[in-house]
């Protein structure tokens, strides 16, 4: 499959105002799980390459490092999609299998050979990384090996404009949603000097840029763009410079490194009862074990994801009742249940076949929820478009949701947060 990068578009509206922005490694050991030479015509008429008659879902997700509190949530999402899948008679009738693997945070590189032992176990598509930077690690191993990487959580622009052959995909919107979502928020607010304090790395770059574009669209003046090593342990140097700039309001963008950033911001007299202060998807997490209370109070966050149904909550707490945090669960079920209606489509659980019909299952066609659901229809000759639980995806030509849902929160007294608000947009 062949992808056409075309220019990016954004059209989202919030409660009160519109949103403004210009322009948010590989084993191939296992050659059931990637190709054979028998092949079936494809609905083009072209010949799907086949694999084995078993689709097995790897995970890269993270068990430890600095977003090990989106690994549950994202596990959960996998399992759940794969329980429920089986339970609705598999795929090809087979039941889906499932591997799991580290993604870690890239500090040190442990995803490189968690993705070796993720092919050698025949994984067909590989559900992650979280981290874009992760990603960017080892999505030239992946798409190599002729298998799909499919991330719940990646927002980085970088990807947008990707050489994937065809083989990545998202479920997660591209930064420039958030990043304008985020810019008009704190503009709203009424700040006018708004200090950007954000990780160096693909992730915290892009989103930075596209969170100070839309502050200056606005009229607001970015008072400066700090950008950190997250490998620091300090921050003194970043911090100082941030409290200099005498902001009005700051967004930091990082992961778990805020533990370590916040009490600096409060020494340099710029802690968020000093400054409002805002926090994006990698670190809007529950404090509670981490502050003081009122440490957070009044912060806001955002991060990508329709509003979490209660029931979906519960399913979800049915497959690890210890889930303190959701985010990209949602976007985790949607990834494996997409992957597994591509898989249905293509008649063939091979990575590049499942490829060539993600996209079509997400969008264009008669509209289905649930993974029985839709698999009916496809068994009956119709063309599907898949709506999940983050939302409608609608999968673009470059594999990415081209609308989605960005969600404000806020936090409480407790240093936990709530929801506030949810904007929709087009990219």
């Not at 403004?20 to 028998?38: E, K, Q, R, Y």
């Not at 979490?308 to 990209?328: A, E, M």
Request: one cysteine or more; charged letters at 15%.
């Amino acid at each position: 499959m062949t992808r056409l990068h075309s220019a990016w578009r954004l059209a989202a509206a919030g409660a009160a105002a519109t949103l403004v922005l210009a322009s948010c490694g590989g084993d191939d050991s296992n050659d059931n799980s990637s190709s054979s030479n028998n092949e079936t015509p494809s609905d083009n008429g072209s010949a799907a390459p086949q694999g084995d008659g078993t689709l097995v879902v790897g995970q890269l997700l993270p068990s430890t490092g600095d977003l090990a509190f989106l690994g549950p949530p994202e596990f959960a999402g996998v399992d759940l999609a794969v329980q429920e899948i089986n339970q609705a008679g598999g795929v090809l009738g087979n039941d889906v299998q499932t591997r799991r693997a580290d993604s870690g945070d890239g500090t040190p590189l442990v995803a490189p050979g968690s993705v070796d032992k993720l092919l050698n176990q025949g994984s067909d598509v590989i559900i992650g990384a979280a981290s874009s930077s992760v990603s960017l690690s080892v999505i030239d191993k992946i798409i190599g090996a002729g298998v799909v990487q499919f991330s719940p959580a990646n927002t980085s622009t970088e990807f947008d404009t990707y050489d994937d052959k065809g083989l990545y995909f998202r479920t997660a919107p591209s930064d420039v949603l958030q990043g304008a979502v985020m810019g008009n928020l704190v503009v709203q607010d009424g700040a006018q000097n708004i200090a950007i304090m954000a990780r160096q790395d693909s992730y915290g770059e892009a989103l930075a840029s596209q969170v100070a574009k839309t502050i200056q669209q606005q009229g607001a003046k970015v008072a400066t763009k700090t950008l950190y090593n997250a490998d620091a342990t300090q921050f003194t140097a970043e911090v100082n410079e941030v409290a200099a700039s005498n902001p009005d309001a700051i967004v930091l963008i990082a992961f778990n490194e805020t533990t370590k950033i916040i009490p600096r911001l409060i020494a340099a007299g710029v802690g968020p009862q000093d400054v409002p202060t805002y926090f994006v998807d990698g670190n809007c997490a529950d404090y509670s074990a981490d502050f003081d209370p009122g440490t957070l109070t009044n912060v806001k966050c955002t991060f990508p994801g329709a509003e979490l149904t209660n029931s979906f909550k519960q399913r979800l707490l049915g497959v690890n009742p210890d889930l303190k945090d959701f985010t990209y669960g949602p976007e985790s079920y949607d990834a494996t249940v997409l992957s597994a209606l591509a898989a249905t489509a293509a008649n063939s659980d091979n990575g590049k076949a499942i490829a060539s019909q993600l996209i079509a299952v997400s969008r264009d066609g008669t509209k289905c929820t649930e993974y029985a659901q839709c698999v009916q229809l496809l068994q009956d000759g119709e063309d599907i478009d898949y709506d999940g639980v983050s939302g409608p995806i609608d999968l673009n030509d470059t594999g990415s949701p081209s609308v989605a849902t960005i969600g404000i929160f806020q936090y409480a007294n407790d240093n936990t947060y709530s929801n506030i608000d949810y904007v929709p947009g087009q990219v």
